[in-house]
């Protein structure tokens, strides 16, 4: 077995995919587990992505309640389009509970998105929030 391709103190072990432009590791995201992916570009060191990726999880709680209230944005379009015949109503509160934070990926310059699991609410699509250490969370997109 190889050598780990990065090894950060608090976040452990990565391994190279996509000819080491990402690295791949996992986090916890408030006690459950989540894929934590550092996206390297020419720019992108290794380290600094990490220390983005260390400032998400020291604040999970305060970034989770605001990536929660971005996606309710999708609710109205779940609830007028998507929400089959066969699935319950569900109220914005029970709505939100479905999603699970699956997928933290860390870009240069402190950006970041954060990959939803939206369970079956949108037929296996998934939530993508980009966003900024400096400039809170954007745009918001179904994925997949």
């Known amino acids: 077995m190889s050598a780990p391709a990065f090894t950060h103190e608090r976040l452990g072990a990565f391994t190279s995919f996509a000819d080491g432009v990402e690295l791949w590791g996992e986090a916890q995201w408030l006690g459950e587990p989540c894929k934590l992916v550092l996206v390297i570009d020419e720019a992108g060191v290794a380290e600094e992505l990490a220390a983005t990726a260390c400032a998400l999880l020291d604040q999970a709680e305060t970034?989770?309640?605001?990536?929660?209230?971005?996606?309710?944005?999708?609710?109205d379009l779940w609830a007028?389009?998507?929400?089959?015949?066969?699935?319950?109503?569900?109220?914005?509160?029970?709505?939100?509970?479905?999603?699970?934070?699956?997928?933290?990926?860390?870009?240069?310059?402190?950006?970041?998105?954060?990959?939803?699991?939206?369970?079956?609410?949108?037929?296996?699509?998934?939530?993508?929030?980009?966003?900024?250490?400096?400039?809170?969370?954007?745009?918001?997109?179904?994925?997949?």
């Open 63 to 75: 970034w989770d309640a605001a990536l929660r209230r971005a996606a309710l944005a999708l609710y």
């Open 80 to 144: 007028s389009e998507w929400r089959g015949p066969d699935h319950p109503a569900l109220s914005e509160d029970e709505w939100i509970t479905q999603l699970r934070l699956a997928e933290i990926a860390v870009y240069p310059a402190g950006e970041f998105a954060l990959g939803l699991d939206a369970a079956d609410l949108f037929a296996g699509h998934g939530i993508l929030i980009s966003g900024s250490l400096s400039g809170g969370l954007g745009e918001v997109d179904l994925a997949g």
